[in-house]
């Protein structure tokens, strides 16, 4: 049986765009939604899914810095989703 672990390669990359971290890149899915937080108020909640072992691999913690498309943002959160795959919820710092 085909668990999903062994088709994130795969989707990878098809879906993926190379980040930089600690000087060495990496792929995520990078999302960059719209969100009116209060009425008037309009903000994006940039987040990049990356492998859960890459994450391990590399350290990744709470204010570290990856930069996606050229934009340096902050690690603000990091949330292991059970099945291989983290999202990490990002603030840019440009």
Do not use: C, W
């Not at 000087?23 to 987040?47: C, H, K, Q, R, Y």
């Not at 590399?58 to 059970?82: F, S």
């Amino acid at each position: 049986m085909t668990s999903i672990l062994d088709n994130l390669d795969v989707f990878f990359t098809r879906f993926g765009v190379e980040a930089t971290f600690d000087m060495g890149p990496v792929t995520v899915i990078f999302d960059n939604n719209f969100l009116v937080a209060l009425e008037g108020v309009e903000t994006s909640t940039p987040a990049a899914t990356i492998k859960t072992s890459e994450v391990l691999d590399l350290g990744m913690k709470h204010k570290d810095q990856i930069t996606i498309n050229e934009i340096p943002y902050q690690i603000t959160g990091i949330q292991h989703d059970g099945t291989g795959m983290t999202v990490l919820l990002l603030e840019n710092i440009e």
